[in-house]
């Protein structure tokens, strides 16, 4: 290191360069700016200069002279060269030549010029200082430096304590106390404090002890007191412990620190003069006593809640008790002293947030806080804070305040200016207060202006960068709208204001946000904080004894009650007013009425309330019995309807809920939707509706509101529009009705796959009539242009969405409507024209401009071949039209104009009604009448144009390219029963629609035909009903049997309105002899025998399908049943069936399903009032007393009506069924004449089956059925060689036989039924109950044959004109029929009735086939007219013979059975001709104990045997039963029959179920 810094070569020339070059290294050393190398490398070269002269390598006087320069470079360097004197001298000391030391001590004598004395004495060994002559003695240097370091260290002075000094400390207060607010300054002061320290020896603690004290005292005098504790001290720890003691002084019990050491504490803290950690270990309580404490106090508060919630039980030590409150209020009364807090309220105070969080932070969450004095302290700050900015933004206009002065010390926190500066301390400081900002409801109502405020700015802020460095405040004011703003709303008193101010706050959050708060203030918060518990168990207490005491009488004090209640803490009141609602639902008015004191913010936690409680998981919507939706949802969904009406309450969440439940495939909560557009828009949806109510559903929109609905709901303007309102802001009006629309089949196919089939037809009811009241409302509520802006066109919502196409046509209508309007009123400007022709032109334009598109689109709905029949434009008008446009309710305009005319009149006669009330009343019933009058009359301008229109239309609507039967099949189908069953003003429109077509003329529609398909078979369209539907498809029908009954009631009235119509046109394709086609009007006699076959089928429907057991079958037949009661049964025999099997069913369902027995009985009790309007068989339709040389054979009623000798006793066995059946009375005998005949009904195949099933006992009448069924098949193949195969059906006729045995005992139970009524009162009446429906039966059969007995013979004689008559009441068959065919379209009319089709177009469609396939097969049958005379005698014969056997049948059977058949002859009739609808398989002694779906199966079976070996002869069989109605039934064929089905009476029982299951 030497040889680097000093090198030998400048020793060795150092005069010459040496010298200098040493000089200007220590030159450039001391230019450096690091001291620390200078001093390093300037030590290094001096000690190496010094050490080459001890070598005696330099000169003394050369580097002393040297070292001279040098130490003139910098200040420092004699202390340097002191140091390395130093070093050598300890090194020469050690050194043994004494030259060395010599010259050491030399140079250091020859530097002292350099270096001063002092130093060297410091830093020199006594010797060496000795040997230069610096010291005298060198051994009484070192005992002089004991002495000093001994007085300086080791000795204590003596301090005097304030007892030993009074005078100094006296002075010392008097300093301290003087008047400090002249120039006085704490520096002077100290220097004062200083000398009476010195004077009077004071101790320097005890002195900082009585300026603490003083400071005390004087604790304002901050600003004078801090500087002087700054000076004075020297040591924190010291002032710490100070404070520390003074602490621990008033920690004795019942000790209470004062406020001013507390302040003085925060002061000395804040200005940093002693640490937090230091004083916080000498403060009480401990940190671990603090936390067992705040555990207790939830512990204590949880059990308060407990005995707030439990059943109390009086007490016999209630004094006990009172005792123990008392000494609780005692202990409450004196908390013990908590010094922490005492220090954190005063740091709070002065504004040292710092430190306070610290100690805050040291204790459990809130604990600090719930302590008012704290929470005081923090709100004043958090006062001083805001000020700034709360005057800048949040002050309302014209509210006035008084200012808040910030803090003066610059330690406190700096005051917001913007809203960025309150995420600086301000939402911390909040989160810190929770909900004890209660404490001060001013700064609350601040914090929520300034957060109203913030929220204006953030929504007005356009551009998107700006919002999102805004994000993070948003979410702190949610933050602590969540954590303080909520919990302390709980806790402040009935304080609406707030209430109200944080109503305006919220609002302009989106309602996700707002549920969500209020969820978390509900299901979180309570929970949080002890006193939080605590409320809630009173709320809760108390709202018990408010609803205990909640009436409609009392409605108003209760109201105010729970006003109060709800200002603070509205989720609990409401949680449990909502759970007693769901259990007690007649609480929900009085509730409604008592919500009116509630704040907007309590309406709006309402409406989360009761969508929490919608959603609740726990809850099933479904009953027990799986059938009905629970109660409690049903209370729920009347609540809402009410509540929402009544209040401004925001619905977005709640119809939000409802379209997430659909999107989940979820319908339960349509109730809801249902219920709220009922009461908001007065829109009343119910299939319970009166025929006046129905009527006025057809007007305007005034008639309706005024007609049309049950409860008058007045007033629904503005909810109705707040309701719109919701539904367009957030746009769900379309979402909800397709999600509705596709839920209808969801309910079924998805949903409703585990649930039970009653529930499932609920649900799908309600979807369907919450659909239509939804729909009903949009296309009310919404303008035009809302409403065409947001309903896309039919062909996308059918293919698209999936809507079913009645929905869409629903949901699209009113579009069509208004826009149709809307194009009339821009034509009739263009053109100014009044004549009443050019505004007709004007509207079928519009209408053509509005629907051409339409047109378009409803071609992709359906395959191509449907609108071979059927024109796009025909489809879309049934669809787009209303009964608005159809037809003017003169009567119920009259109707509710002539209400308000009484009404006017009554206010007159009103004398206690004041004047100004009266004269208001008065004009609103005179504007209300004028908008009626008005509204009428604009409806029938209407309706004149929409009739004109159809009229243009008509001969486009239907092609038929393929066959008339075909295009009735498709309008049924695609038309009539899709919308039939929508709702009941479209079952009427349909009804009406169908009629108006008709009056149209309409080319191509035979309305003959679309009558009889629908009434002929109506189980299948019943059977797939649901409830409602099954009241709109009877109300469908019940029109349409008001038009039947109309024409039936008066020839007059059907000559007008039928009769040169082309509806009623019957058209036979001949193929014979006069080769070409016969057009005939159908008259009136033979149109009402059409109407009694009509009657007849609905009869047998109906007892089909109360004999099946099915709920779904029994619950719709009753409802259709009473919907169709006005109109049938209108004949009495009819009527008696019914009221038999229905009696019946009330038997049976009263313990087992008491609605179906509820329904039972009501309809039974209105059967029984309309029987007086019911007639005879005979006066219903009237029959002429036939010639009988007059009828073709082949139409002949008669049993021997064949006309073949052969075939007699095949007849006969017929007859044994027939005539028994026809003769049963006169009104019977005309009935079924119609029925058999006119009516084609299909029984008779059924009648062949069963005589050939029952004579097989008798050899000779074996015989005679193989000749004419050998007859038959020769007649049957030479007519189809004549008439190969006319049309389609008749080629297939050969398979329709092959199934003819199928059909026939699926239908053999239906006509089982027919005939009950009066054979179950006989029963009654007759015996006891085994023997009673045996011996029933016989006796009826003897009084029923006396009768036939007599009037036998004229009736034969007449017989063949009858038939006559009832040929031409079949539908088409106005000429004489082939027996072979005739019998064929029986059996296919047999096997159409039973067919198990799922559905009941398909039914009719077959059905209107065979009647097509029957009138284009005959031909008029010219050879039965010469076998005429023949007949007759063979008829005469046959009789005579049957009534022979009959009575030696019966007198056998008494002796057999030991039986009186005294009363029961009618009984017997009219069992066997029910057994003759049935196909001859019930027998008389099983007619009343088997239950009648049993009674097919005997002949059944006997009927299959023989279909292999008689296939052949059905046809030759079928013929003299179908025209044998009115001949005369032998008796002994019916004896034969009964023995038969005695001897087959076991194995029906076995074939009971198959039979029923096939009915199924």
Known sequence: ?????????????????????????????????????????????????????????????????????????????????????????????????????????????????????????????????????LIKQAQQFNQKIVKIKTKLFYKQQKFNLLREENEGYAKLITELGQDLSGNLTSHLVLENIKSLIGCFNLDPNRVLDIILEVYECRSDQDEFFIPLIKSYMCEHQTLCHMLGFKFKFHQEPNGETPASLYHIAAALLQHNLIALEDLYVHLLPLDSNIVEEHKKVILEAKQIARKLTMVVVPSEKTEDKEKEKEKEEEKNEKPPDNQKLGLLEALLRIGDWQHAQSIMDQMPAFYATSHKSIAIALCQLLHRIVEPLYRRAGVPKGAKGGLMMPLRNKQAPRPAESFDDLSRDVFTMLCYLGPHLSHDPILFAKIVRLGKSFMKEYQSESRQDTKDKMGPLLSCFLSIADQVLLPSLSLMECNACMSEELWGFFRLFPYQFRYRLYGQWKNETYGNHPLLVKIKAQTIDRAKYIMKRLTKENVKPSGRQIGKLSHSNPTILFDYILSQIQWYDNLITPVVDSLKYLTSLNYDVLAYCIIEALANPEKEKMKHDDTTISSWLQSLASLCGAVFRKYPIELAGLLQYVTNQLKAGKSFDLLILKEVVQKMAGIEITDEMTVEQLEAMTGGEQLKAEGGYFGQIRNTKKSSQRLKDALLDHELALPLCLLMAQQRNGVVFSEGGEKHLKLVGKLYDQCHDTLVQFGGFLASNLSTEDYIKRVPSVDILCNQFHTPHDAAFFLSRPMFAHQILSKYDELKKAEKGNRQQQKVHK??????????????????????????????????????????????????????????????????????????????????????????????????????????????????????????????????????????????????????????????????????????????????????????????????????????????????????????????????????????????????????????????????????????????????????????????????????????????????????????????MGYSGQLKGRKVHMVPENEFHHKEQPVRSATPGTLQNGPGNTGKPAATASANSGKGKEGAVEDSDKSKDKSQVAQKTASKSSTAANKVSSSNGNSTPNSTKGSKEKDEKEKTTKEKKEKKEKNPGSTPEAKGGGKEKQKEERSSKEEKPIDGKEKMPKADKDKRKEDKKDEKTKNDGKSAEKEWSKERDVSNDSKIKESSKTEKNAGAGNLKSLVPRSEGVESEREQKRRKLDTHSSPSHSSAVKDNLNDLKDTASKHHPNHSTALSKSKEKDDEKKDSDKSRDRSKEREKEDRKDRKRDYANSDREISQEVKRRKDENGMNSSKHSKSASPSESPNSNDKDNSKRSKSTSKDKSDLAKPEKTSGGKKESRHDKEKSEKKRDSTGAKEDKKHHKSSEKHR
């Open 843 to 1160: 509207y079928i334009a519009a209408c053509e401009q509005v629907m051409a598109p339409v047109h378009e689109a409803v071609v992709s709905l359906h395959l191509p071949k449907v609108w071979d029949d059927l024109r796009p434009q025909f489809y879309a008008t049934f669809w787009s039209l209303t009964m608005y446009d159809l037809a003017v309710p003169h009567n119920a305009y009259e109707r509710e104009v002539n209400k308000l005319k009484m009404q006017i009149k009554a206010i007159d006669e009103n004398t206690e009604m004041p004047l100004s009330k009266k004269k208001k009343e008065k004009e609103r019933c005179t504007a209300l009448q004028d908008k009626l009058q008005e509204e009428e009359k604009k409806q029938l301008e209407h309706v004149q144009r929409v009739l004109q229109r159809l009229k243009l239309e008509k001969d486009n609507w239907l092609l038929a390219k393929s066959t008339k039967n075909e295009t009735i099949t498709k309008f049924l189908q695609l038309c009539i029963f899709p919308r039939c069953v929508f709702s009941a003003i479209d079952a009427v429109y349909c009804a009406r629609f169908v009629e108006l077509v008709h009056q149209q003329k309409t080319p191509n529609f035979c309305t003959l035909l679309c009558y009889d398909r629908v009434f002929s078979d109506i189980i299948y369209t019943v059977a797939s009903c649901t409830e409602n539907e099954s009241r709109r498809y009877g109300r469908f029908l019940c029109c349409m049997l008001e038009t039947v009954t109309r024409w039936h009631s008066d020839r007059a009235i059907y000559e007008k309105e039928c009769g040169n119509y082309p509806g009623f046109l019957t058209i036979f394709r001949a193929s014979g002899f006069d080769g070409g086609n016969k057009v005939d009007q159908l008259d009136y006699e033979n149109f009402r025998h059409v109407v009694h076959k009509w009657h007849y089928k609905l009869t047998k429907a109906s007892v089909h399908c109360l004999e099946t057991g099915e709920y779904t079958h029994i619950r719709n037949i009753l409802i259709v049943l009473t919907k169709i009661l006005p109109w049938y049964p209108k004949v009495l025999n009819l009527g008696q069936a019914l009221e038999c099997r229905v009696h019946k069913i009330c038997q049976e369902e009263k313990e087992k399903r008491p609605d179906l027995y509820a329904l039972a």
């Open 1 to 133: 290191m030497a040889a680097l810094i000093l090198p030998s070569d400048w020793i060795k020339n150092w005069d010459k360069s040496g010298k200098n070059e040493f000089l200007q290294f220590c030159q450039d050393l001391a230019g450096k700016p690091s001291v620390h190398e200078f001093v390093k490398n300037l030590q290094t070269a001096l000690y190496e200069l010094c050490w080459h002269v001890i070598q005696g390598n330099l000169k003394v006087d050369v580097a002393a002279s040297l070292l001279a320069d040098v130490m003139d470079l910098r200040d420092d360097l004699p202390s340097v060269l002191a140091d390395v004197f130093c070093i050598l001298d300890i090194e020469t000391g050690c050194l043994e030549e004494k030259h060395k030391r010599d010259h050491f001590t030399q140079l250091v004598g020859a530097c002292l010029f350099c270096v001063p004395d002092g130093v060297l004495k410091e830093r020199l060994d006594p010797e060496t200082l000795e040997s230069l002559g």
